[in-house]
Structure formats: C-alpha cells, structure tokens
C-alpha cells in the first residue's frame, strides 16, 4: 500500500538568484515513528519522487523490514523535490526553472527537516542527482548528519554534465516530442556500450523493423511523457547543471572540510555520466586532511544506472553503516 504524502508548507523565502519563492515541499516516511528511531533521509534522482520502498519503491531492494535499510530499526524520510509533479497538484509545478539552482533545494530540504524538528539525522543517502542535493546539504550545514552516502554523484557539475544538459535543455525546449527525446538521449549518459551490446547484440524485433536498441529506446522515451512533466524535466535538468558546495568566500577543500560527518563516496567503474575520477580526485583532496572520507566503488557493465540495477553490490557497501548496533533504538 502506497504511503499517504505529507505536506509542509515553507514560508517565501530568498532563492540564490534573488527571486523569492514560497513552497509546498511534500514528503513521505516510512518504518519507525518520527523520534523513536535512527533518521535517514533519502534524496531522489533526477525523474524518481519519495517513493522509496514498499511494494511501488524505487529503492525496494535495498530499504524495507529485514533489508539493509532496515524499517524495523530506522525511521525513513524523502522529500520531493519541488515541482517534480509526484503530488499532481499542478499549482506546485515550477515554470520559473531557470530561477533554482541545486542549492536552494537543499536549503528547502533542510528547512523542512526544522519544521519537523529534526536536529541530526543518522544518514544522508542519495543517487545521481539526489546525492549531489545531499552534497550541498552538508555544505550549508555541516553538522546535519552522521554519515553522508552520495552515489554516483559529485559535490559539482562538472563540464561533461553541463554539456549534457545543455543538450537536454535544447530537446526540452525545441522538440516537437520534448519528454521522449531527450529522454531517449539521456539514456545514453546512463548506460554505456557494453551494456547495450551485451543486452541487444544487434538483435532485432520480431517484424524486422528495427533494432530492439531503437525500440527499448522508444520504449523509455514513451515510458516518461506518460508519467512526468515537461516543467518538472526541465528544472531537474536546471538542478543537474547548478550543483556546486563552493562559495565566493570558500573553495572546495574549505567547504569539504568543514563537513562534520563520515563521507562514503560511492561511484561506478564505468559511470559515463558522474565519473568515478572525480570521486578519486575528492578522496586525494582531502584524504590527508580529513579522515572520516571513504570511497567504494561498484564495478558493473552498466554505467551510472547501476546504483539502481547492482543491488546486490550496493547492499554489501553500505550494510555496515546500517547494522542496528551501529544505530540503536533511541530510548
């Protein structure tokens, strides 16, 4: 049974741009009662919503009773990203997207972790662009969480990510299909070579028509104009290519630094999207002067989706941070 939403409603306050924006931020939890248990705050990906385990969840594998995560012992919170349309309210769609920058939606995130009265939360955790949020949470304050997992992420967008969603950006305003093309062109960052050619191996439909590579691609792109918003796209694509924890007044190495919690970097051999040399280059650059920062890395075929696809993998890194020992039962 899908977990009723949850709603706060935030007071207008100043985006980075200058622009001032009042929000609905919408949320679900899941498994122990707020202020009983551990928190874990899950941050979604690019097209995903809070929906993170049970039956539907997009993280099922992984969050659950007797999973990794487990319900049983930890109390599980995802927000949405405002203007992702999960809510179907369309008064909460964000046209204005080039006003947001990923920043503003982690301080959106954090003030709605006030408004519940969350002080510390036992773990950030988060994929892909959820990460990158989880990044910037840390950045604008440090002492949020325990322990800090981005996956297959990074704390910036760097060139070859704002050259992808420049590109996005041009299929979402110029198409005459804007949700399936660039849909059908991001697939590409999200998988690699190899993983087409052991999936397809030039194979073809049964009429002969096309190659079954063309048609799962048609297939993604249909799959998304069915179930997301154009406006909803186009700001994710926005928050893709904004991430950055540096300010004028702090490089990279000062905000790093000043994070108070154990980082678990985790990226994949083959991410063609977020890199793994970057996660490498984060570790050498603070490795010396902060301890608590880790790296893992998943080795699969299948590019920058398979935090979602080595589950297996992924389960085994991370199961350590979430034995209940390490995160008793709060009295």
Not at 15 to 38: D, E, M
Not at 233 to 241: A, G, H, P, V
Not at 316 to 326: M, R, Y
Request: glycine share 6%; with cysteine; proline share 4%.
């Amino acid at each position: 049974m899908l977990k009723a939403l949850k709603y706060i409603n935030l007071p207008e306050h100043n985006l980075i741009s200058g622009k001032k924006h009042a929000t609905q931020l919408s949320y679900q939890l899941f498994g122990c009662a707020l202020n009983t248990a551990p928190i874990v705050l899950v941050n979604h990906a690019l097209t995903g919503n809070s929906n993170v385990c049970g039956e539907t969840g997009w993280w099922r594998s992984m969050i659950g009773p007797g999973k990794t995560i487990d319900t049983l012992h930890y109390t599980i919170l995802a927000f949405n990203i405002p203007g992702n349309g999960y809510d179907t309210n369309p008064n909460n769609l964000i046209e204005n997207y080039k006003d947001f920058v990923s920043r503003d939606i982690a301080q959106m995130f954090i003030s709605g972790l006030g408004y519940l009265e969350i002080n510390q939360l036992y773990a950030i955790i988060g994929g892909s662009l959820g990460g990158s949020i989880a990044w910037e949470m840390a950045a604008l304050s440090p002492n949020i969480t325990q322990h800090l997992i981005p996956i297959a992420s990074d704390w910036k967008s760097t060139d070859w990510i704002i050259a992808n969603c420049l590109i996005q950006e041009q299929f979402l305003i110029n198409s005459k299909d804007p949700l399936h093309d660039a849909r059908m062109h991001a697939m590409l960052c999200y998988r690699t070579p190899a993983s087409f050619a052991a999936r397809f191996a030039r194979s073809k439909t049964e009429d002969l028509q096309l190659f079954n590579i063309e048609s799962w691609l048609l297939h993604h792109g249909e799959k998304l104009k069915q179930r997301f918003q154009l406006s909803a796209y186009k700001l994710m694509n926005q928050l893709l290519r904004t991430i950055d924890i540096t300010t004028e007044n702090q490089d990279a190495v000062e905000v790093l630094n000043s994070i108070d919690a154990k980082i678990h970097m985790i990226g994949i051999n083959t991410d063609l999207f977020f890199v793994p040399k970057q996660n490498r280059q984060t570790l050498q650059l603070l490795q010396s002067k902060f301890s608590e920062i880790y790296y893992h890395e998943i080795s699969s075929i299948h590019g920058h989706d398979a935090f979602l696809i080595e589950y297996e993998q992924l389960n085994k890194i991370i199961e350590p941070l979430f034995q209940t020992q390490a995160a008793p039962i709060l009295g």
